[in-house]
């Protein structure tokens, strides 16, 4: 079974610049995530889709973050305009459906993409 | 706010020795999750406890959860060089919320 594919896997960008990451889920995983990975620290969602809707974007800055999954498969997380405190490792995450009640889903991460701001 | 704490930050081991991590929830969790990330890798999915005192074992990994709910511990039993990585429990808080991990290194 491939993994959770994402793309570019490194960027490199001067602050004020826009930045997209792409993701592709497992196959047949309906939910998929965002996370930011701040060295030294543990990963912070930033956004949850169900399918193609949001479930939970509270954490996301949405004055310079965007993320979409139009067709419910693969989605993108764009950044724009990028600040210096963005750098930092921006993991992708499906789960797959029919989580039991009190149970949390699985996480099955990305390589992630290592994104640093000059 | 909610958070998820652990503790130790980082500790340096040899082969051979145990290793523990704690983590400690602000609130009484549903449900806890641990999971690995090797240098340089993604966090990769260990196990997921759901009882008030539950202990589960994998090989010579020991995950235990709290009376209460609001903490949890993983315990290596003599440590191996493949053990390398940052361990990372996460709680469903007001979201899935992870610690800030402990770095284990195991010297040969």
């Known amino acids: 079974e491939a993994g959770v594919a994402q793309s570019p896997r490194y960027k490199i960008i001067e602050k004020r610049q826009s930045v997209a990451f792409w993701c592709n889920p497992i196959?047949?995983?309906?939910?998929l995530y965002w996370y930011q990975q701040i060295l030294g620290q543990g990963p912070k969602l930033l956004i949850q889709?169900?399918?193609?809707?949001?479930?939970?974007d509270s954490q996301l800055p949405k004055d310079r973050f965007s993320a979409e999954r139009l067709k419910g498969v693969d989605s993108t997380l764009k950044i724009q305009p990028a600040k210096l405190e963005d750098s930092a490792v921006y993991l992708c995450?499906?789960?797959?459906?029919?989580?039991?009640?009190?149970?949390?889903?699985?996480?099955?991460f990305g390589p992630g993409t290592r994104l640093t701001v000059l | 706010g909610q958070q998820v704490m652990q503790i130790p930050q980082y500790q340096h081991v040899q082969e051979g020795e145990d290793f523990t991590t704690y983590c400690n929830s602000s609130?009484?969790?549903?449900?806890i999750q641990w999971y690995k990330q090797r240098p340089g890798g993604h966090p990769v999915f260990l196990i997921q406890l759901v009882k008030s005192g539950e202990v589960k074992k994998q090989k010579r990994l020991t995950f235990q959860f709290g009376e209460a709910k609001k903490n949890s511990s993983l315990h290596i039993t003599a440590t191996q060089t493949t053990d390398v990585g940052t361990y990372f429990c996460a709680g469903p808080l007001s979201t899935l919320t992870f610690g800030k991990g402990t770095m284990l290194l195991v010297s040969p």
């Open positions: 609130t009484t969790l549903s449900n």
């Open positions: 889709f169900q399918n193609n809707g949001v479930v939970d």
């Open positions: 196959s047949g995983h309906a939910t």
């Open positions: 995450a499906s789960s797959p459906p029919g989580g039991l009640a009190g149970l949390t889903d699985t996480q099955y």
